[in-house]
Structure formats: C-alpha cells, structure tokens
C-alpha cells in the first residue's frame, strides 16, 4: 500500500487519492472511479485530480494480466492551471472494487513548487500510496513530496558503470534486464537521451515541442533525472513530464507533459514507436526499438552528439558530483556554454565515457572534467 507520504525538504501540498470504490467511500459521493480521499475540500481542486488522465494497463498485457510489480507505473509533473504542480504517482491494481479485471490508484500531491529532479527523486519511493481499503478514511493530511532509493546521483552513476542498480521488475526497474549486459551500451543511451533533451529545446516548430520515449517507466525516470542534473537550465527548468502514458489511448493527444514515456509491451514483441511521433507530431526516442526514432537520433554519436556531453557524461560515470556547480556556472544557463566543457581530444569520435570506443576497442581515459579559478574547464581554453 506504501507509506504516507513523508517530509522531504520542501513545503507540504495538499493530497488527492484516485481509484475506483464505492459511493459510500468517495469524497464526491459518486461510484466508479473517483476522488478516494484527498486532504482539501476546495471544489476545484478536487475536480481537477478527478480528471486528471487515467492510468491503463498496456493493451499487449490485457489478455494475460500482470501481478502489480511487473506493470509499468506513472510517475509526473504537470502544471496546475491556478498555479503550482502536480506531481502524480499512478500504479495498476488487478481488480477494482468489484472485482473486474485492470484497475489502478493515482496519488496526486498538488504543490506550490516541486523541482524536476525532486520529483524525480521520488521515483520508488514508499510514500507514494498505491492502494486504499473500503472504509478508510476520506480525510487526509497535507503531505510532502517522499524520496525514494532508486534514483538519484549514485543510481546514475551505478547505471553508467559495470554494476547496474536497482530491481528488476517493470514496477520499478530503472535498469531492465535488457539493459543489462553493457555499461558503454547504457552509457550511450544516456547520450541519445540527452542529445534528445537538447533537440527539444532547440526545436521552434510548435507542433514537435514534444519528446516521446518508448522505455520502461524507471529508466524514463532516471535518464531524465541525470539530463536535469546535467544540462543547463535552459534545457530543463520547469520541465514537465509522464514516465508513462498509455500508448493505445491516443497519446499523440496528451499535452500535459513536454516529456511523454510510454511502454508499448514487452520488448520481445518488436512493436515501437509510430513514424509521425518522431517526424511531425515531435521527437521520438525509441530506446526498445531503436530504428524508431527520429532521424536525429540514429545518426552515429561520433557525428551528431554536441560537444561537452561526453564530458558530463564522464563527471557522471566518475561519481564527480562535487564538481558539478562548478561545471555549470562554467557552461551558464544556456546549451551555448556546453562546448566549454570539452576537455583535450574530448570529442565522441571514437570514444565513450571512460575510454570506452565504439566497437569494443579502448583508448587511455581521459581525464576528469575539472573547472580552473577562471570558472573555465581545464583543456577548454
């Protein structure tokens, strides 16, 4: 069921539980799904989580059903329309409260402010509710935004190296067992990660200021943390984003969120992202089927990946955290700054983090990214 959600730095927010239960146990006296218990008796805030999009089950896995660790959860931050963020939690449940097949439980924390990686941060975290029993109260407290063990500066850094963190069940997974055999090849996918952030930001046609990615909800989650982390706030402030939304259910028409994750199925069944989503309705990163992205992305990182990422890329994988500040106020608040960061020879061509070279050859590894008194990085003069 998960904890109540536990102080984490910030200002508490009010909390809303979605699902489905009888009239007698929803806050709006209405069956079905519905308001379960929330915290605030404000009407409009209420029908706001009410409406807010339902979580499904993805349609490959409705003739054989899932337990609930091995289904993809949500996890979001959308804008408030009166201000403020959502940050929703949404995990499946095999039977709603009358027993039919597919059901869910959405906990919706509305807050003032919350911090991309914050939210990110709560990724696996206990005090996301994911079920509620009939007869529980319909009052809550106000809550703060939990921290979870699964995502976080270590977890990237473990993600990039030779020991992938973390479970292994679609439920929280942020490094699957497909993922698992090579750190150069997780190191790589972080790359086509962040030259995707980058093209987003970059991208004046209003109709493809969205990013789809076709992964499992946790590496959604951590990928995306370590682009916030990395990039210059121009890239990433206020960035808002669904490490799931159900494919089938239209998702060329979701617009709360400039970063979409979906899961179609289990990778073994080849399917991937349509065509038009990386083309004209955005940008695609389809990191199961990798011939599904735009074009953009599958042109070799030796050619197409922007100076100074390899490098951040690097700091990461060394665990180099401490550095960072300093890192970003040599780059500035814009993607201009990332050639800054290069260092000697620095560039992708033929080289990965850590001396890895594309092909399985190696070179010497370069050294650590390390900003002068000037608020230069040494080797980028």
């Known amino acids: 069921m998960g904890q109540p959600a536990q102080q984490a730095g910030g200002s508490a927010g009010d909390q809303f539980y979605v699902t489905h239960c009888a009239t007698a146990d929803s806050v709006l006296n209405n069956p079905g799904y519905t308001v379960r218990a929330a915290s605030s008796g404000d009407a409009d805030a209420l029908d706001a989580a009410f409406r807010y999009p339902p979580y499904e089950l993805p349609i490959d896995m409705w003739r054989d059903p899932p337990p609930p660790a091995a289904a993809p959860r949500r996890l979001a931050r959308t804008r408030y329309p009166d201000g403020g963020v959502w940050a929703v939690h949404s995990a499946y449940l095999a039977k709603d409260s009358v027993d039919r097949d597919r059901s869910y439980f959405s906990h919706l924390l509305l807050l003032d402010a919350a911090e991309p990686a914050a939210v990110l941060r709560s990724w696996g975290a206990d005090g ?17 935004l939990p921290t979870g063990p699964l995502v976080s500066d270590a977890a990237l850094t473990a993600f990039l190296g030779e020991q992938p963190p973390g479970p292994t069940e679609l439920s929280l997974t942020v490094c699957p067992p497909r993922l698992r055999t090579s750190g150069a090849e997780r190191s790589d996918l972080f790359a086509r990660f962040l030259q995707a952030l ?28 370590g682009a916030v982390r990395l990039l210059p706030p121009a890239v990433t402030d206020d960035l808002t984003f669904s490490t799931f939304e159900p494919y089938h259910r239209n998702i060329r028409d979701y617009r709360l969120a400039e970063v979409v ?46 100076a100074g990422i390899d490098e951040l890329i690097e700091l990461a994988a060394r665990g180099e955290w401490g550095l960072l500040p300093a890192v970003r106020h040599a ?3 814009d993607p201009s700054g990332l050639p800054r960061v290069a260092v000697g020879a ?14 399985g050859h190696r070179r010497p590894a370069r050294a650590p990214v390390r900003p002068d008194r000037s608020g230069r990085t040494e080797g980028a003069r």
């Open 128 to 144: 996301w509710v994911t079920n509620y029993p009939p007869g529980a109260e319909k009052q809550l407290d106000r809550a703060d």
């Open 198 to 225: 980058l093209l987003l930001a970059a991208e004046e046609e209003p109709q493809r200021r969205r990013l789809y990615v076709h992964a499992e909800p946790g590496v959604v989650a951590l990928l995306l943390y």
């Open 261 to 306: 994750g979906t899961y179609i199925g289990p990778p073994e069944t080849g399917k991937g992202l349509d065509a038009d989503l990386g083309t004209t309705r955005g940008i695609a990163l389809d990191t199961i089927v990798p011939a599904r992205s735009s074009r953009e992305l599958r042109a070799p990182l030796a050619e197409s990946l922007p």
């Open 331 to 333: 780059v500035g608040a």
């Open 346 to 359: 620095g560039s992708r061509a033929g080289a990965g983090p850590r001396g890895r070279r594309h092909g």
